[in-house]
C-alpha cells in the first residue's frame, strides 16, 4: 500500500486525484487538506483521521507518515509543503508548480539532502518526465513545452483591451480552477512553467522551448541529439499523469478512452505570440535573473490574477503589474525559507501598489 497525503484535496487536481485514488487497490489516502473548503465530509466518507483546512500543513504531514505527498495547493501557500516533502525525503507528485518556481534552489538543496523523488502532475513537465525516461542531459537537444493559448489565441493586444474575467476564464481544451485558467489565458502559466523546467531537468533556459499547439493532444516533446524527436500524446485529461504519478514507477490502468487516430485528429503547431503575450519571455528574463526574481514574477501574478478576477485591473494590466513588479524586486538569493517569505511578501506588496497605480490611469 502507498500512503498517500492529498493537499488541496477540493480543487481540480484533488478531486481527479480522489478518483484514482479511490479506485486504486494499491493507494491509501492517509490525509486531506484544503485551503479553505470544509473536507471532514470526504475524510469521514474514507475513513481518514488526519484532515484540515486551512492553516500550516507540516505538523498533518507529520502526524500522517505518507510515502507520497500529492501537492495540489494553488499558489506560494504550497511551499511549506513541497520543501517538507523533499527535506524529508517523501515522494513528492507536484502540481503546485508555483512553489518549485519560487522556492526553485532551496528546494533542489532539501531534494538532495532528502534524496527522494520529485514528480511532475503538470502534464507537459509529466510528458517530458516520460520522454526522458533512462536518457542523461547530455542526450538532450531540447525539451518543447506545448501551449494551447489559451481562449485569446490568434488575438491582437488592441482586441485583448476590454476582455472580462467570463470570456478569460473559458478555456477551450483544459478545465481547471480560476487562477490556472487565467494563467493560462495571459501565458503566465507557461512562464511559470518554463522556469518549472528549468529546475525539473536541469536545463539552461534556452534548452527550453514553447510552441502553441491549439488541440492539446501533443503534451510535450523532447528532442535528441541524433535527431529523434519523442512526445507524449493524449486528451487533455488531467487523470493521466496524475495517475502516472501516484502509480510510479508502475503505470496503472485507467478509464480514460485510448486516443482515436483514425478520427480526424490534427496535430498543429505555432509559434508564439510574443509581443501579444510577453508572460513567456518575461519568465525566461526572471529564470534567467535567478535568486528570487522567479518568486517575485509568481508573487506579482498572484496578486494580478486577484485584481483581475475582481475587477480591479483589466487583461494586459496583468502582465504589466508584472514586469513592473519585477522591475523592482529585491532579486538576491533567499536563504531559507524565512527569507523567501519575505521575498515573496515583499514581491506581492509591490505587485498591489503597481495594480492601484494603473487603476487610477
Ligand atoms: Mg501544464
Redesign the pocket.
Known amino acids: 500500500m502507498k500512503r498517500i497525503a492529498l493537499l488541496g484535496a477540493t480543487g481540480s487536481i484533488g478531486r481527479q486525484a480522489l478518483e484514482i485514488i479511490d479506485a486504486g487497490p494499491e493507494l491509501e489516502l492517509c490525509a486531506l487538506a484544503a485551503g479553505s473548503t470544509d473536507v471532514s465530509g470526504l475524510a469521514v466518507e474514507r475513513g481518514v483521521r488526519n484532515f484540515q483546512s486551512g492553516g500550516d500543513l507540516v505538523a498533518l504531514l507529520e502526524a500522517c507518515e505518507p510515502d507520497l505527498v500529492l501537492n495540489a495547493v494553488v499558489g506560494f501557500a504550497g511551499c511549506r509543503a513541497t520543501l517538507w516533502a523533499l527535506e524529508q525525503g517523501v515522494t513528492l507528485a507536484l502540481a503546485n508548480?508555483e512553489s518549485l518556481v519560487a522556492a526553485g534552489e532551496l528546494a533542489l538543496t532539501a531534494k538532495e539532502r532528502g534524496g527522494g523523488l520529485l514528480l511532475p502532475v503538470?502534464?507537459?513537465?509529466s510528458a517530458v518526465f516520460q520522454c526522458l525516461e533512462g536518457r542523461t542531459v547530455e542526450e538532450v537537444v531540447s525539451i518543447v513545452?506545448t501551449a494551447s493559448g489559451g481562449p485569446f489565441r490568434g488575438r491582437s493586444r488592441a482586441e485583448l483591451q476590454r476582455v472580462t474575467p467570463e470570456q478569460a476564464l473559458a478555456h477551450p481544451t483544459?478545465q481547471m480552477g480560476p487562477k490556472?485558467t487565467i494563467d493560462?489565458a495571459t501565458l503566465a502559466?507557461?512562464g511559470l512553467?518554463v522556469i518549472e523546467a528549468h529546475f525539473l531537468f536541469g536545463l539552461p533556459y534556452e534548452q527550453i522551448e514553447v510552441i502553441v499547439h491549439p488541440s492539446s493532444i501533443v503534451?510535450s516533446l523532447v528532442r535528441f541529439r541524433d535527431g529523434a524527436a519523442l512526445a507524449h500524446l493524449g486528451y487533455p485529461d488531467m487523470r493521466i499523469p496524475i495517475s502516472f504519478a501516484l502509480g510510479y514507477p508502475d503505470r496503472p490502468a485507467t478509464t480514460i478512452q485510448p486516443l482515436d487516430l483514425a478520427s480526424g485528429l490534427t496535430l498543429e503547431f505555432q509559434e508564439l505570440d510574443e509581443e501579444t503575450f510577453p508572460l513567456v519571455s518575461l519568465a525566461r528574463e526572471a529564470g534567467r535573473t535567478g535568486g528570487s526574481a522567479p518568486c517575485a514574477y509568481s508573487a506579482a501574478n498572484e496578486v494580478a490574477v486577484e485584481a483581475f478576477l475582481g475587477g480591479q485591473l483589466c487583461f494586459l494590466g496583468i502582465a504589466e503589474v508584472i514586469e513592473r513588479a519585477l522591475a523592482r524586486a529585491d532579486t538576491s538569493a533567499a536563504r531559507d525559507l524565512g527569507a523567501l517569505v519575505e521575498a515573496d511578501t515583499a514581491a506581492r506588496r509591490v505587485a498591489a501598489e503597481e495594480v492601484a497605480r494603473i487603476e487610477r490611469l
Open positions: 508548480k503538470d502534464s507537459e513537465h513545452l483544459w490556472i493560462s502559466n507557461k512553467e503534451h
